[in-house]
């Protein structure tokens, strides 16, 4: 799917609705999306609730998701893994 993402040119390419944190604005998280996965990140406003609700909600989803597929018995176990991909030690 990456190299079918590669192929679309930048006006029809996906686009992914990010935070204002150092997280999704450093350099490196930048040129994954864009130049790797051919993402553009759309930040959103930091006096927009809605948008930025819309966010944290996605961002809980994806961590139960990834809990659930690790099967984590307590939140807290997660914190003691790879903060990137919630995998054990």
């Known amino acids: ?3 079918f993402l590669a192929q679309l ?6 686009k992914l609705p ?3 944190g150092k997280q999704f604005r450093a350099r ?3 040129e994954f999306f864009k130049d790797l996965l051919n993402i553009k990140q759309i930040f959103t406003s930091s006096h927009h609730p809605e948008t930025n ?3 944290e909600g996605l ?3 994806a961590k139960h998701e990834a809990l659930y597929r690790n099967d984590y018995s307590w939140p807290e176990e997660a914190t003691q893994g ?3 991909t919630l995998s054990k030690s």
């Open 59 to 61: 961002f809980e989803s």
């Open 9 to 14: 040119p930048p006006d029809k390419r996906p």
């Open 1 to 3: 799917q990456a190299l």
């Open 53 to 55: 609700g819309k966010l």
């Open 82 to 84: 790879d903060p990137l």
């Open 18 to 20: 990010s935070g204002n």
């Open 28 to 30: 490196k998280a930048r």
